[in-house]
């Protein structure tokens, strides 16, 4: 299995900046797609960001956020540190929440597949 742990969360006054960080553990299987959710107190959990792998032979890939946090947030990936970053920028009081990092592996030959997840860190914004 896939160990992810989370670091990073705080509290931050309105228009302040945190950058979240997740580290997996090494595995022999690829871990194809990373991404950050969040939770807030009566919610469900929502979609982030997330960075996938779109072209493995060229090494390409891709991010995709939440329209919500669009233009403020940056998902990152370090590969030789298997670790995935949230540079979050601008924060508003409405992105308060528990935050997860989330991998995923595809099913290939030797490999079984799955899906992870960390325990979350807690972002709280004020106003």
């Known amino acids: 299995q896939v160990q992810l742990v989370e670091s990073g969360g705080g509290l931050v006054q309105a228009g302040g900046s945190l950058r979240l960080s997740c580290a997996a553990s090494?595995?022999?299987?690829?871990?194809?797609?990373m991404g950050w959710y969040r939770q807030a107190p009566g919610k469900q959990r929502e979609l982030v960001a997330t960075?996938?792998?779109?072209?493995?032979?060229?090494?390409?890939?891709?991010?995709a956020y939440a329209d919500s946090v669009k233009g403020r947030f940056t998902i990152s990936r370090d590969n030789a540190k298997n670790t995935v970053y949230l540079q979050m920028n601008s924060l508003k009081p409405e992105d308060t929440a528990v935050y997860y990092c989330?991998?995923?592996?595809?099913?290939?030959?030797?490999?079984?597949?799955?899906?992870?997840w960390g325990r979350g860190t807690q972002v709280t914004v004020s106003s």
């Open positions: 090494r595995s022999i299987c690829s871990i194809n797609a």
């Open positions: 989330n991998a995923v592996q595809l099913a290939v030959p030797g490999c079984p597949g799955g899906d992870y």
């Open positions: 960075i996938t792998t779109t072209n493995i032979r060229a090494n390409i890939r891709a991010t």
